[in-house]
């Protein structure tokens, strides 16, 4: 019997090899459907066609009589303020990464998205982009500044990762500068690709002191000239001011747009058909040093808008996400500029497709969007995980380490409601930190104060052997630390509002927390988080206060003193603050005009262990002060858990 003859088709019959190339497609475009934010929309911009050369020729460039006009698109992959995360993990509970949106962090996962994109567009199509602060963030980042430096010798892990996932250039961000020049130079030499920096100059003469940009050159079949793109570097000029014991007299930071200005022509002379700027300075304009500096912390908006021949922006330091925006130049009528920012940690992967078309002479920008790629989709790549594998299981040895020992336990599970030593050790370390600061300086013989809030009811302290982790659960943000100046009038103006954390009370109680604490702000609708409430101590004499729960918001401050002494309104003190708060984190009054004495990027986290290594013994006694109460009426308030006497 005859075997059955084959049915005709019109399309190809596809083998085992064809077969398993359909699936990996459909397999890679699921992933990245999934990982897509913005929805059905969002999805299929990603997945559509480049643009025809009928868009190109509706912008008013027409191809040659009888000649198709070429089109080509460039897929930009774009990371930025990663900040020493690798792997998803949180070093500081020592667990897997996770928050309240479920983000997953980490360039493992985020080189996933890389690989699979590449497949999708074409490894010889893509462009990998960071826009910097890569260099400190996380225990991992730290251990290798410090604990077992680049400068001896060591390869940096995140050197290790972004080699692995093959960028082709990075930005240098602010916190490059954090461990000084000698450990980014080291660093610099371990990384394939160009640390770019248009607006990092060497002090005395003014020439780039790294390579301001690199040129990428894309071939396309049919065209004699390549795709050239051009993609400039740029940091914040803050680092003048966060990093000035690393860089003074040695680099200066001029301005984003001032120097765009030059480099951006120079690039298009070059012969760049594309303009790409890799910008740590965020889109929102403004400045946390205020006008301490010529130059404008925030300017990637600006830089958009006034710098002719920029195409896209990947915008890096402001830590927000930002899917597209299309920004009209007020230099080039008619043009958008496209801007992304990927949030930080490696939760995201900014993907932005430029579009262009040869029209026989040269190559012109059609179209330009972008997407962000969320990395809680993905996978880790095993590639880059095995990498850095056993440098993870070093540093968690560290966390876990002791760093010292503690005469007496501190818990900060009551001190929304009462003092305690927990709060004091944080506002001793801050207001120590800033004094020292400012020696030598015209507000040396200030008295400093701090403030710090109750962030974690679960942190604590034992007594005996302490660890990196122990310290860290003290303070579970990334803020750093300021210090401003503000009068005895703003001191009392800033206490009445954090007082608004508290319920009106008329009685002593006894009351169970909840009834007294986390009072509804009125302006929301909100219950007042604990974040939000500032505990405020003095370093060399007590600052003591009530806050009577009994009288109207804004007049329960009672009894303020310092050093004993009725505080005088035109009294001026240096208060030790985080970056959240100082940038207005909280409505707090007074805090974004109050002049910034210091601002050197310090993360208060780290330096809460960097003291307690360096002290090597946390006694409370030397610095416990019980300073503030509630009161009713001007009677103690009793609140259940609450250590006898009012103390823990």
């Not at 999708?120 to 290798?144: C, H, I, M, S």
């Not at 030593?421 to 200030?446: R, Y």
Request: charge should be negative.
């Amino acid at each position: 019997m005859s075997s059955p003859r084959p049915v005709a088709s019109d399309q190809p019959e596809r083998g085992p090899s064809s077969a398993r190339e359909g699936e990996a497609a459909r397999s890679r475009r699921q992933v990245l459907g999934m990982a897509v934010l913005g929805g059905a929309g969002a999805t299929a911009a990603l997945f559509a066609a480049p643009a025809s050369a009928q868009g190109a020729q509706e912008k008013g460039r027409p191809g040659k009589p009888g000649r198709p006009d070429r089109t080509f698109r460039l897929t930009v992959l774009g990371t930025t303020d990663t900040h020493g995360n690798i792997l998803n993990w949180d070093y500081f509970k020592d667990t897997a990464y996770d928050d309240s949106a479920h983000n997953d962090i980490g360039l493992a996962k985020v080189a996933t998205l890389v690989k699979l994109m590449r497949e999708e567009r074409g490894a010889k199509n893509t462009l990998v982009l960071d826009a910097g602060d890569t260099l400190q963030g996380t225990p991992l980042a730290y251990y290798f500044a410090k604990i077992d430096p680049v400068t001896g010798g060591a390869v940096h892990p995140m050197a290790k990762a972004m080699n692995a996932i093959g960028y082709d250039a990075a930005a240098l961000g602010n916190h490059e500068f954090n461990y000084g020049l000698e450990t980014l130079r080291a660093f610099e030499d371990q990384c394939d690709f160009p640390l770019l920096s248009a607006n990092t100059v060497d002090w005395t003469t003014g020439a780039p002191a790294f390579a301001p940009y690199v040129i990428k050159s894309y071939k396309v079949k049919g065209v004699p000239k390549p795709v050239k793109v051009g993609v400039l570097g740029l940091v914040t000029p803050g680092v003048a001011i966060w990093d000035k014991a690393n860089v003074e007299g040695l680099l200066r930071f001029p301005g984003i747009v001032e120097q765009a200005k030059v480099w951006v022509p120079k690039l298009k002379k070059a012969g760049c058909d594309v303009v790409i700027v890799s910008c740590h300075s965020g889109a929102k304009p403004g400045s946390s040093y205020g006008d301490a500096l010529p130059y404008p912390e925030n300017a990637s908006r600006q830089l958009a808008e006034q710098v002719a021949g920029v195409d896209a922006v990947l915008v890096g330091h402001a830590h927000v996400e930002i899917p597209e925006e299309l920004v009209a130049s007020t230099v080039t009528p008619g043009k958008q500029v496209l801007i992304t920012e990927p949030l930080k940690w490696g939760m995201r992967l900014s993907v932005m497709d430029l579009d262009l078309v040869h029209d026989g002479r040269r190559w012109s920008l059609t179209a330009a969007h972008a997407h962000l790629l969320n990395a809680n989709t993905a996978p880790e790549d095993p590639n880059v995980a095995a990498l850095v594998r056993e440098d993870h299981a070093v540093v968690r040895t560290y966390v876990n380490s002791v760093i010292g020992t503690c005469k007496a336990a501190m818990s900060a599970g009551t001190a929304r409601f009462e003092d305690t030593s927990a709060i004091d050790f944080i506002n001793h370390v801050q207001a120590d930190a800033v004094k020292k600061a400012l020696a030598g300086t015209a507000d040396e013989n200030l008295p400093v104060l701090s403030i710090a809030a109750p962030f974690n009811r679960e942190a604590a302290i034992p007594a005996g052997d302490v660890t990196v982790r122990d310290v860290a659960g003290l303070y579970i943000y990334d803020n750093t630390l300021l210090g401003i100046r503000f009068t005895g009038a703003q001191v009392k103006d800033y206490l009445e509002y954090s007082a608004a954390y508290f319920e009106t009370r008329t009685t002593a109680g006894p009351f169970a927390p909840d009834d007294v604490t986390n009072a509804v702000n009125p302006a929301n609708g909100l219950e007042t988080p604990d974040y939000n409430y500032d505990i405020m101590g003095g370093l060399d004499a007590s600052l003591a206060y009530d806050i009577d729960i009994a009288r109207p918001v804004g007049q329960r401050i009672v009894n303020l003193t310092y050093g004993a002494a009725p505080v005088d309104p035109a009294k001026q003190f240096v208060i030790a603050i985080n970056n959240y708060r100082q940038s207005g984190g909280g409505g707090f009054p007074g805090v974004t005009t109050a002049p910034v004495l210091y601002n050197a990027q310090v993360e208060i986290r780290q330096l809460l262990i960097d003291w307690t290594t360096t002290q090597g013994v946390i006694d409370p006694a030397t610095f416990t002060t019980y300073d503030w109460k509630l009161v009713a009426n001007g009677q103690p308030v009793v609140v259940e858990g609450a250590a006898e006497g009012g103390r823990h």
